[in-house]
């Protein structure tokens, strides 16, 4: 068995198909005429342009605007000089428009590789993709080989590409699995969004074309040549949770109680306005987290108040009557904006990230604050800010948001009145003073995603330690305590909008530790709704109670599988 960084659940058996990237489907000529060539490229780049178009509309109707993103991005590299110009240079120097394109392609990407950084490294990743697509197009051999397949199989690769993903025909994929990338990896945010399970960050493949394989992703492993036991018993795990899940979904609309009668609020995470459509469907109760700088990813400048209202209250329309809790903006670490200039930082996850870099930009903040504040007019707005780490920047964020309402109000301007202000518990410091900064706020939402990273010294996007961040070590749940009592006291409510929250098999430690409000990607929703369903509260209250004197995170999942 071969282990890698679980990035979709679900459990799938079938061949292996080696992907492989990078083609160099070109042939050296002589005598060129570089005018021809340029035409041939200029041709090309027309004919990717369009795909990308149409992949861009596909793949939002099937997989949300989140998924689609990735193709306007690409596009905007397609049409970039510092992409085409050296490629046409080549051209002039007497290349084939295909060797342009790999030299031109690869040297870029290399230069955004060097960097060092993650969130470049992606990027070096796209402009291969791109540089890829050019060279099949102009060998005539079209996309990529994943277009064509006709039986469904596991699609192993390096790493894939977003338009190899969006290409795939329905239904011809079982799984994915990838020698590098994070949980965070493009192929980890596509698979999810697909529904398809995935493994990544395995290392070296080191498999053949055709193995027959075992995929699970919520173990994230890998078993090549299985025997006909271990298949019989996969086929029937999968079964099983297909099942599971089929039967949740038709109860998805109800609310989540305990058998003995414990309401627990189940919300989504989302980035979009097409996020938030997709959520009501799944049974969403409100938004409770909704990470507005997925809003601008694309954007060569950030929206100015006015576009920003627009889109905020498209979203709060889903949710006319629910919450939306809407976060200001988190950028820094590995989530970058086109629109915003970075400055280097040796440490970005603990550098000037989330609110220390809005406070740095207060332009940033006033228009955000002033337009989730206009498009909430009427009705109740949540506001959060995330990265917090003390008190006095719960207070410096709360008093900008009271200039601003005063500004509006001195301007005529409608705007909500009836706000709440919450944190992020995403920093150690912030959660263990929770008793101190829950007099500054109406509710906490614990981001344990960040709170694990930063509680266990685990870089969450470095696949060498992936498997150290599990966010049910006792460390971090003792912190969940420490922060529920406290605002429980003072009658404040508490979310938990971390990865943590949209899994079923957390959902007793959490709502045993006294979490008021779960929110999720929405596909999830339905079966962390079904397993509130099949618990009691006061049983596992003494179930959290235990899970926070073990020894680590095998000992809670050990407890949890067994109770
Ligand atoms: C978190 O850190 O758990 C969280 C929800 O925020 P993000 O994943 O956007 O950093
Ligand atoms: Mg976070």
New binding site residues.
């Given amino acids: 068995m071969i282990t890698g960084v679980p990035a979709s659940a679900g459990v799938a058996v079938g061949p292996l198909h080696i992907h492989v990237i990078g083609d160099t489907l070109y042939e050296e000529r002589s005598n060129l005429d570089a005018a021809e060539e340029l035409r041939r490229l200029d041709d090309a780049v027309v004919a990717v342009d369009t795909r990308l178009t149409e992949l861009e509309e596909s793949t939002r109707t099937r997989a949300g605007d989140d998924a689609a993103e990735i193709f306007g991005v690409h596009k905007l590299f397609l049409a970039d000089p510092s992409f085409s110009d050296p490629i046409r240079s080549l051209i002039e120097q007497g290349r084939t428009a295909e060797s342009a394109v790999f030299e031109g392609s690869e040297a870029l990407a290399s230069e955004f590789e060097d960097i060092g950084d993650d969130y470049f490294s992606q990027r070096a990743v796209d402009i291969r993709d791109i540089g890829g697509q050019l060279i099949r197009t102009l060998a005539g051999v079209g996309g990529s080989d994943l277009g064509t397949l006709s039986t469904p199989v596991v699609i192993a690769a390096d790493d894939l590409t977003p338009s190899d993903t969006a290409t795939i025909p329905d239904g011809m994929v079982l799984a994915f699995v990838t020698a590098v990338g994070s949980a965070t990896s493009h192929t980890a945010i596509l698979a999810r969004a697909m529904g398809v399970p995935a493994v990544v960050g395995i290392g070296d493949l080191g498999f053949e074309e055709g193995t027959t394989v075992i995929v699970d992703g919520a173990a994230g492993s890998v078993i090549p040549d299985p025997n006909e036991d271990q298949i019989a018993e996969a086929i029937l795990r999968g079964e099983n949770a297909k099942a599971i899940a089929d039967e949740a979904l038709a109860s998805a609309a109800e609310p989540a109680v305990t058998l003995d009668g414990h309401g627990v609020e189940v919300v989504a995470n989302i980035g979009t306005a097409a996020d938030a459509r997709r959520a009501v469907e799944f049974g969403a109760e409100g938004v409770g ?1 909704l ?1 507005t700088e997925f809003l601008f990813l694309d954007q060569p400048a950030l929206p100015d108040e006015l576009e920003q209202m627009a889109e905020y209250a498209e979203i709060f329309s889903h949710f006319p009557n629910q919450p939306v809790v809407v976060r200001t903006l ?1 950028v820094g670490g590995d989530k970058h904006l086109p629109s915003i200039d970075l400055e280097e930082e040796l440490n970005p996850f603990l550098g000037k990230r989330g609110i220390r870099l809005t406070f740095a930009e207060d332009s940033l903040f006033r228009d955000q604050v002033r337009a989730i504040l206009r498009a909430g007019a009427g009705r109740a707005v949540q506001i959060m800010f995330p990265m917090v780490g003390s008190v006095d920047e719960v207070r410096r964020a709360r008093a900008r948001v009271d200039e601003l309402t005063a500004e509006l109000d001195s301007e005529w301007t409608p705007r909500a009145t009836d706000i709440e202000i919450g944190v ?1 518990i ?1 920093v150690p410091s912030a959660a263990v003073m929770a008793d101190v900064l829950v007099d500054h706020v109406d509710f906490f939402s614990i ?5 694990t990273q930063y509680t266990l010294a685990v870089d969450r996007t470095n696949p060498a330690v992936a498997h150290m961040a599990d966010a049910l070590h006792p460390a971090v749940l003792r912190l969940i305590r420490a922060v529920v009592e406290p605002a429980h006291v003072a009658g404040k409510w508490v979310g938990v ?2 990865e943590l929250a949209g899994d079923p098999v957390a959902a007793p430690i959490l709502v045993g530790l006294g979490v008021d409000e779960l929110s999720m990607s929405a596909p999830s929703i339905p079966l962390v709704k079904q397993a509130i369903r099949a618990i009691s509260r006061s049983a596992v209250r003494d179930l959290a109670m235990r899970a926070l004197d073990l020894d680590g995170p095998a000992e809670v999942r050990e407890l949890l599988s067994t109770r």
Wanted: hydrophobic content about 25%.
């Fill in positions: 987290l990470r988190d992020m995403e981001g344990t995603n960040d709170l909008c971390g």
